[in-house]
């Protein structure tokens, strides 16, 4: 350790050594001797009490090491998890894990956090003695959590963080999360149902992750836009935002299914779009969350006034764009959000079909509106509601063919990592099997603004007028 700091942390153990016998603001007694200056006192300790002073300072060292490790790991919750330019699997290798013994549990939380490095290490502690895989982000407006690992496992998990300060809350608005807990919670089937719809469990295993991966991070839905949507303003939306439950969301769809001034809009990427949707959603050609306030913004005098149904994957996405489209559109607009997003929506569809119970999904016409795959961040890519895929359940295409096809690939250019939809025969056309987004990445062509010809092509379709979308007078469903 540099010289400097020895005689630094020699000073501090010297004055703490002088604080030990203090006996009033200015008296201080030692040695059977009582003291009333700061400077006879001091002369005194460092001449009688050396050893005293060498333990403090061994204390102060120690307590120093310990410190820049701990920076060191909350260093580590703050950098970039992979290399810039790389991205994660999307397809499962070598896995024979029973999916009936593992899950993968998507859920998220707004609320004050004080000190997410902390949190971030006691994540880091209880899913490592797990064995848990996913991403963990954690900040000081929440934490939006993916997970995987075996049953047990998980349910250990969920013992835990149902314990924690973001579920400990006694606010009115979250008495609910009290009872995500085994100790305030003693109904069983209660307790059981209340974390089926607030975790969403969903099959899968821990090798639907490569890692696990804990990040410190400024915003756990990166809108870029925190001081418009912040948590106040989230909360003040909640007044004018109305969640639907996925039955309420349905029939609200099919009520409005002939109004002019309703529509329904997706606030995904376009990626994820591509291979499963609402019918007719209006579907947002943009790449990235952060994107989309600007898209209000551009086709903000097609939005206002309007009733309009939102959704995203599991209703994290959902509850940033209506706070923020709550800011910024008219008093006069509707605004409504699927609560726990297309994963509890697809959920309630099941449950529908299972019971059959003449209910209004299992007897009518439309059984779901939904169409196609729920894409998730992981190696899985997606989910579905149908148990058998037939071309009748798919919504993407193959870029080749044209084709029915919903299963990504990875654009083979080194510069691009996008995503591809080409099917089997089309890969096995190939050159070396390999697929690419577009003929400029196949070339290993870039233009003057970076980026290939599809890429440049999105983006002029996401500055492309949302009126132009709203040529029809209804919602089809």
Known sequence: MPQDINRKLKSIAAQRVIRDKKTSESTWSCCDVEYNCHATIGRHVHLKHTTDIEQWQKRLTKERIEQQKQEQVDDEFRRRRAPKGSSDPITINNCTCNHDNNRVILFYKYCSIDNPNQYARDHQTICDRLQLTGKVRISNEGLNITLAGTTIDIEQYLDWITTT???LSSSTNEQDDLLLCKKNNPDQQDLRERRYQFFKPSPG???????LSIKVVDEICPLG???IVGLNQLSEASDRVKKLEPEEFHKMLLQHEKDSTALLLDTRNYYESRIGMFKDAITPPIRKFSRFPDYVDRNRESLDGKIIFTYCTGGIRCEKATAYMHQVLSQDTKIHMLKGGIHNYIEWC???????????????DKPSLWLGKNYVFDARQALSLADQETTKNIVGVCQGCQTPWDVYQKCNSVNCHLLVLYCTSCIKTATDNKVYCCLDCERDIRGEDGVCGCERKRRQEEMKPLLSSLSRSTIPL
């Open 165 to 167: 300060g973001p579920f």
């Open 225 to 227: 836009r925190p001081r």
């Open 205 to 211: 295993c821990r090798h639907v992750f490569a890692d």
């Open 350 to 364: 099941k449950q529908q079909q299972n019971n059959n119970d003449n209910s209004d999904v299992s007897n009518s």
